[in-house]
Every structure is written in C-alpha cells, then in structure tokens.
C-alpha cells in the first residue's frame, strides 16, 4: 500500500496513530528517535510522563495496519518502507527526475505528474498545531518551488500560464521568483542560488595526508575532533584545506558556519541564527524564514534535498547545536569540527593529533626556508599548527636566535605552571609574537582581549586605541580577517586578556558595552519609532536610513547579546534591543538580555533600568499568552517610574499597562491608560508617543464599534507620524479595519497594503501576522474569498511560527470566517480551535468572535449567547452585532417574533455605530418580517459594490419584497 501524506490519509486510525505513522513515513527505511515521535504524537508541550505510552502506540499501529512493517532499531523505530511506497517521496522522486532533464516538455510532463500527487493541504487529518504545523509550512515551500520550476519550464515552451502566475503573484506576493516570471525575465534554464561560503584556506597548508585521505575516502558526515581536545591542533584549517580541494563535487554549493563553540566569552551560536544564515545564502527571502527552529531545520533540509552541496560546521560544542543543521539527503555532505567526541551525532571519527615532527618542519620550512634549528622549534612549539605559524610569523632574525628566546621562554612559563599546561607551547609563542608588534599594535592587542562577542570590526577597534593596527596584527597570525570582520582564535584571546589588569577590563567592557548599547538604540529608534527606546544615550554609531540600521542590528546580534551576557550595565542594552527583538520574536535572545539586564540593573541600583527591563518582560509574556503575569510585570515597572518621576518610562509602561488589559477584555482601562498617555505626550511634547496612543485610543474605539472616532484618531495619529517622519505601518492597519467596517473597502485595502509593505521591509514578523489577518478580511468582505484564505492561512503560519496564540485565535477566526461564506464546513474546526486557544490565554475579544463564528456554522444559539454576554461585557460593540445577527439567523425558522426583535437590535446597534456591512446583513434577517428591508440592504450592498447585492436581488425576485 502506498502512504499518503500529500493529503488526508484516508486510513481509520486515530489521530496519535496517524500522526506516528506520518513521522516515520517522513523518513522511510531511517531510524526516527523516541523522542521525536512522542512529539508527533502528543505535540510539543502535553509529552507523556513515560515512553511506554509510545510502545503501546505502535503496538496498536502493527495491528491495525497488514503490510506496514515497523521495526525496532536503538533508541527508536524504522518503517520499513521503500520511497516510492510514501506519495512525498514519489513525488520527490519524479521532480529530482525533471529538474535533472533538458528537454522542457518531458520535464513539463514529470512535473505535471508530480503535482498531480498532491491533494489538498499536506498532512490534512494531523493536527494544526507544532511539529505539524511546521512540517506543513515546509512543505508547502517545497511545492511552491516545484510550481516555480514547471512554471519556468512551460513559459519556455511556450505555453500560456498567465492566469497561474497572475494568480500565485497575488497569493504570494513576496517571492521574487514568481515576479520575474510573470515579467518575463527568467525564460533561461533554472539556474538556483547556489552559496559559497567556504572561507579561504591556508595557501601554505602542509601534511596531514593521512587525514585527507580518510576523509576523500568517507562518503558521509564526518567529525574531525583532537585526540585529547587540544586547541590550536588545525581542526578547522584540515577542514577548510579538504572543502576546497572537493568544492567541485558539490555543484550546488557550500555552506560554512563558526558555530563558535568554545568562545571564552559567548555561549555558542544557536543552531537558529545559523539557520537563517543558510537558507538566506539558499536564496530564501528575510520574510520568508520561518522563526520557529523546526520550521528553519525542515525548510532547510527541504531545500537540500536533491541538491549536492557540502556543510561545514566549525567549532561545534554539542550534539543539540549541530542536529538542526544536518541535511537528510545522501547527496549532502557534512564535515564538523569540534573539541568534543560529539557521540550522538551519526558521524565518522576523525582524531588529529598534533603534527608528526616531519610535518611540522615542513610546515617551518616552507614558512621560514630551511635552517638545521628546524627541528627544535617544531619541538619547542610542541608541534601545534597554530604555535608553528605564530613563531614563524614573527621571526625576525636567525632561527638560531628564535629557537633561542623561545626555550627561555617555554622554561619560565614551565616554572610558573603548576602542571601540565597544553596551551604552553601556544603561550610561549604568543609571548614572543607579542614582542616583536610595535607599541601601537601590542596596545591594540591587549584591549582587543576585553572585547565580548565572536568577532568584531575595524569601527571597533578605533574605540580601542586612536589608529589601529589590524593589518599588522593579521600579519603576526594574531588576528584573523573574513571579509571586513574580524576575530581571534579563542587561545589568543584568552592570552590577550591576560595582559590585561583586571581594572582594564573592566574599564574597556563598560566603553565597549556603553557603544553597542547606545548603537543599538540609535538603530532601534531609527527602525522602530513608535516604540522609543527609553533610556537616554550619548553616542553609538549612527544610520542614515531604517535599512542601514537594521543591517546592523541583524550582523552584530550575537555580539550584542553577549555584550549583555558579559558586560556591566546590560540594562541598558536590554532597553535598546527590546523593540528589535520583540518585532522579530526572537524569544531566545531576547530572554537571554532581559535576564542579564534586569541581574545587572538590580545589582548596580539602577532603578530606571529595573523598570525598563520590567516592562519588556510584561510585553514577552504578553506575546506568549501569558496576560496576567504580564500585569504583573507592567505594574511593578510602572511603580518604580512614577517614583523616579520618570515621564518616558511612565508613558511606556501606561501603554503596556492598556495593551494587556484590552488583551484580556478591560476595554474602559485600556482606553484610560491611553488617553493618559495621549494627553500626557502632548503636554510634554512627545509627539511619536502621542501618535501611538492615539493609535490605540482609534484601536479601542473600533473595538467598542465607534468606528467614525476610531478613523478620526487613527487618521490624526497618521498625520503626527507624517509630521515627524515615521514609517506607519501599524497605524495604517489599524485605519483600515475601521474603514472596512464603514463599507469602505478600496480605501482600505490600499491602506492594508501599504502596511504590510512597511512591516515587512522593517521585518516585524509578529505584527504581520495580525495585519495579514486584516487583508484578509477586506478580501472576505469584496468576496475575494481565494485571496481572504490565502491571506489568513499565511497570518496563521506565521503565528504558529513566532509562539504567537493571540495571533494563531485571530488568523483561524479568519479562515473560519472565509470558509463560512464558502460553505465549506472546515469552517467549525477554525472557530473551535480559536474558541479553545482563545479562553486558554484569557483573550476576551478573540473568544467572543469565534464564539459568534461558531455560533453562526453550527447554527446553535447557546454559542451566540455567549458571544454576546462577553460582548456586552467587556463593550465590543461590534461583536455584539454580529451575535445579534446570528441570533436573529438562527430563530427564524423557531420564533418569527424573537429573530425580527434580534436583527432590530442588530439593525440599530449597527447604525450607530456606522458599520454599513453589518447593518445589511441585520436588514436582509430583518426583510423575513418588516417591508422595505430587503431594498434597504440591497442599496448599501450595491453602493459598496459586494457580491452580496446579487443574494438580495435574489430574494427579491422570489418574494417580490420584503414581505
């Protein structure tokens, strides 16, 4: 039997059982650890307390299932299954096929055969919820790019897909590719992005053939690891020097990351951040990269999937950091380095000793010519490749005399080491190398052993002495060069710390920390206006332009969280990355500096900087659905600020204050709150600030359904912004849904749009979930129903994507509402999950529209009152019509009486309250018992120019009239 997963199973199982046969069927005939399949089958956070409720799983799986084999293997289980037996890898099969053939048309018919293996929505009958969502995610990139490349194929032949373009740029309107094909420029064979990222190697690499050879001899992922996990050993340069001398088996590229294991200084880099590297090098947009680290390892290695290309993963601390980042495709090949054995990665050994002594005076021959000292300076470097090249470097007379001042030097170090030091051969050189620099460079050399981070730039180094010697330093092998970025081997770094006093380092960190903390801000306010940093600054590096900043804050992240991590004051950058990483989601980071910040705030008696990092924390734990610990957080910042009289944390934490508290469905709070920024702002001349709380007063009114003072203060704010030169993607979102309300739909799908772009070229991948959300409904509302759901389905990838639950209720509130006017009955499940997840995180206002949602497809009226008790609760006006519609719906068969009382109250409440779409749709129940309704509705369906017109005409020429 053949396995589906391209569409719904089809096989009577239950959920769990169907999600374990997914998981093994993602990787027929591969071992798939324990784990991970309890995390198919119980989701990320409900896991079982004890493996053998995934024993018991597959056991009822052999059974149910004659011909499907699973086996036993290790810490996990193996379909035994052949590739051709699961319609995913088929379907693999068939593009790898096409892509691999020059005759367009034969690769048009594979293609076509291929697509053709797919459904509907992958994985339908698994949950909505991670791992699956993510699977889900990822796969449809890979569809997407197969469409692409039968799309290119068929514009060569000549075929007319004008209609599919046309249609696919609009569901997608951020992928470059489809663009250029609707424009008619790639009409040349597919040519992919293919990276190269491998640094240079060294041009005067020598010996090691053993190793070389067993690694050209290995056709699989390999771990180059020291013997005794000696540093300087030339890991990393065996490993560049065997990548490029086999790039060329690698035609679609290589990838290269420092995974910066064992920096003194910074935690190694999170196999996330290397993610996102590769699959930007992989020719995946910025919006387009999942935030998730699931979604990024199965994208990842979807795209790698038929391609041939070389990973180098370098200074690898654990198993945990380098999983995500292993292709599943035989055609790949990985190489890592690591100091660590790394046992649980399935990899060849390769141990590297220090070089032989033969190897070692050819390496010196080759740097220095030959001298009868060799010898013993191989010896005295104690054969370490990173100690050879250092005393080479800087010998600048007779190796006679370097052999000389080198074994006085190994003996002091000998005496003052109280045992058996592996970095001594290392210290003794560094000691001479450090000699030989001129003053300017040996003080830069020293400061550069203060500086937190992986590596660094030449703006740097000017904070360090007045003209640094850089060029001098990369000559002496002390410091190493990639590009316009620099950065020292992690035993240099150490030794250069310690010709540092410990009143030095101090002194330098904080100079460094104060630099980057006001750096960030600068680039923060220049990308993220609305949302002020708070604390004051008095230099940084300065932008030109919100693209400039955002380039830096993206290059320098990992530096700037360790500069948190390691330096004095991390409030302060704390305060300054807030709007940075909460636009991005980066829950990771940004956990990482909000801890540091507030242990260092705390400790140095920094009231304002407690306060600031109290209430980024009331924002995070909002973002994660955690609203009353929110307040929490908020109140205990805003406490301290109007002790400090502190007026910008004040207004900050009153807006956080209103934020959480409309979360949770205190709308008369939340309006005070900002109204008291408003006027508070205004008085002290504020005018970003103010323009934001008039944003949230307008959000607040169209909540209440007071949708003409909602544009009013929407459209004031906007005209502030303009004033002061802010980009005003939020502010442009939220006019558009009260436009939307008042019928206006042109208006506002232009304001929508003009959103999105602004949030996406800032990159606020949280808040496009949201304005996605609005699209998507100004698309329902103009019967665009195929767009509304594309638009709402991408709302809820990317809310599943950043742990976002308030926009995962929003965007399934949306596809429910789109399939409703479809009739497809999918419409249910959306609304129930949302009402689910919605009273979960205690979001008020998302569980009362799903509730009326659900109300209004099922048709039962016990829902629709509780939407309107939560409604007329917490002062949704809005939502309170639209239960009154529903209401009126549901007893018109049952009680003729009560339905025309229902849309009477739905009819008037909407009136007032100016939404022109609502107020038809009460006025077509209404016509069921009053004449003269059903004219009324049809003429605003008509003037806003809806489908819905043709539904009343209708009607009217069945009844006649209303009556």
């Known amino acids: 039997m053949r396995i589906t997963l391209l569409g719904p199973s089809g096989l009577a199982l239950s959920v769990r059982q169907r999600s374990l046969l997914a998981a093994l069927a993602l990787q027929p005939g591969h071992v798939v650890g324990s784990e991970r399949l309890i995390e198919s089958m119980w989701g990320v956070d409900e896991k079982p307390m004890h493996v053998n409720a995934l024993h018991q799983q597959v056991f009822r799986l052999r059974q149910a299932l004659d011909g499907i084999v699973v086996s036993t293997q290790g810490d996990g289980y193996v379909l035994e299954a052949g590739p051709d037996d699961v319609d995913l890898h088929h379907f693999r099969h068939l593009v790898t096929n096409a892509r ?30 991670p791992p699956w969502s993510d699977v889900r995610a990822a796969l449809e990139e890979e569809r997407l790019e197969v469409v692409e490349d039968d799309l290119e194929r068929r514009l060569r032949l000549g075929d007319d897909v004008s209609v599919a373009l046309r249609e696919l740029s609009d569901r997608y309107p951020d992928r470059q590719r489809l663009r250029e094909l609707q424009a008619g420029v790639a009409v040349e064979p597919v040519h992919r992005v293919v990276p190269h990222q491998l640094p240079r190697g060294l041009p005067d690499f020598t010996g090691r053939e053993s190793a070389l050879a067993e690694l050209e001899a290995i056709g699989r992922t390999v771990v180059i690891t020291a013997i005794d996990g000696t540093a300087g050993v030339g890991k990393t340069a065996l490993a560049l020097h065997h990548a490029h001398r086999v790039a060329e088996q690698f035609p679609d590229g290589q990838l290269y990351a ?29 919006p387009r990269i999942p935030q998730r680290l699931e979604q990024q390892a199965e994208l990842y290695r979807m795209l790698l999937r038929d391609r041939r290309t070389l990973v180098v993963l370098d200074n690898a601390a654990s198993v945990d950091q380098v999983a995500p980042l292993l292709p599943d495709s035989d055609g790949c090949r990985v190489v890592i380095t690591s100091r660590n054995r790394l046992a649980g990665v399935d990899a060849w050994p390769v141990l590297l000793d220090v070089m032989s002594p033969e190897e070692a005076i050819a390496l010196l021959r080759g740097l220095l010519g030959d001298a009868p000292e060799l010898p013993e300076l191989a010896r005295l470097c104690g054969y370490l490749p990173l100690a050879l090249r250092i005393a080479a470097a800087n010998a600048t007379g007779a190796v006679a005399e370097l052999v000389e001042d080198l074994r006085e030097e190994g003996s002091r170090l000998a005496a003052l080491s109280v045992d058996e030091d ?60 990639q590009g316009d970025r620099y950065h020292l081997h992690d035993l240099v770094r150490l030794y250069a710390r310690g010709l540092l006093t410990e009143e030095e380092t101090d002194a330098l960190r904080t100079k460094l920390a104060l630099w980057h903390s006001d750096s960030a801000a600068n680039a923060s306010r220049m990308c993220y206006a609305a949302d002020d940093v708070l604390l004051e600054t008095a230099g940084g590096r300065t932008f030109d332009t919100a693209a400039e900043a955002l380039a830096w804050l993206d290059a320098e992240k990992a530096n700037l969280v360790a500069v948190a991590a390691t330096g004095p004051s991390a409030w302060r950058m704390a305060d300054a990355v807030h709007s940075f990483f909460s636009a991005r989601r980066d829950h990771v980071s940004w956990t990482v500096v909000r801890e540091a910040g507030l242990a260092a705030a705390r400790r140095e008696g920094e009231v304002r900087g407690e306060a600031a990092v109290l209430g980024s924390e009331a924002i995070a734990r909002m973002y994660s659905g955690r609203s009353s610990e929110a307040l929490v957080f908020a109140h205990q910042a805003l406490e301290l600020a109007e002790r400090e009289n502190w007026l910008p944390g004040t207004l900050r934490f009153l807006t956080v204050i209103g934020h959480v508290c409309r979360e949770i469905g205190d709308i008369d709070r939340s309006a005070e709150c900002y109204l008291r920024v408003a006027r508070l702002s205004e008085e002290a001349g504020l005018p970003r600030r103010q323009a934001y709380a008039l944003s949230q007063i307008g959000s607040t009114c169209w909540l209440q359904g007071r949708l003409a003072d909602a544009e009013a203060h929407h459209r004031r704010s906007f005209a502030i912004d303009q004033q002061v030169g802010i980009r005003s993607g939020r502010s442009l979102a939220e006019l558009a849904c009260a436009l939307r309300d008042q019928g206006r739909l042109d208006e506002a799908l232009v304001a929508v749009e003009q959103s999105l772009v602004e949030l996406r070229a800032l990159g606020q991948r949280g808040l496009e979930s949201y304005v996605l959300d609005d699209l998507s409904a100004v698309h329902r509302e103009a019967g665009r129903f195929e767009l509304a759901l594309a638009a709402g389905h991408e709302a809820l990838q990317i809310a599943l994507e950043v742990n976002d639950p ?158």
């Open 100 to 129: 691999a053939l020059e005759d367009d048309a034969a690769a048009a018919r594979l293609f076509e055969a291929a697509l053709a293996l797919w459904q509907e929505e992958p994985l339908a009958d698994l949950p909505a919820a």
């Open 258 to 286: 420092n995974l910066r294991g064992f920096d003194p200084d910074t935690p190694p880099l999170p196999p996330g951040d290397v993610l996102v590297r590769f699959l930007r090098a992989l020719g995946i947009a910025g």
């Open 422 to 481: 592996e970095r001594l051969a290392v210290r003794a050189t560094l000691d001479l190398s450090f000699r030989t620099l001129s003053s300017g460079a040996r003080e830069l050399f020293r400061k550069l052993g203060a500086v937190a981070g992986h590596d660094f730039t030449a703006e740097v180094a000017a904070l360090l002495v007045a003209e640094p010697e850089l060029d001098e330093l990369v000559t002496a092998n002390l410091v190493e060069r």
């Open 806 to 963: 308030g926009g995962e209720v929003d965007a399934r509130h949306s596809i429910g509402a789109v399939l409703l006017r479809m009739g497809d009955p999918g419409a249910e499940e959306e609304y129930r999950r949302a009402v689910s997840v919605a009273q979960r995180i205690g979001y008020r206002h998302g569980e009362a529209q799903s509730l009326a949602g659900l109300g209004r497809v099922t048709g039962r009226a016990e829902h629709l009152h509780q939407a309107l008790a939560i409604a007329r609760q917490h002062g949704y006006g809005l939502i309170e019509g639209t239960a009154l519609t529903g209401l009126a719906s549901a007893h018109l068969a049952v009680d003729l009486e009560r339905a025309l009382k229902f849309a009477q109250e739905a009819v008037d409440l909407h009136r007032r309250n100016g939404c022109r779409l609502g107020e038809a749709r009460s006025l077509v129940v209404l016509g069921h018992g009053r004449e003269g309704a059903w004219e009324e509705a049809l003429a605003i369906f008509a003037e806003i120019g809806v489908p819905e017109a043709g539904d009343v005409r209708a009607l009217l020429k069945r009844g006649g009239s209303s009556l």
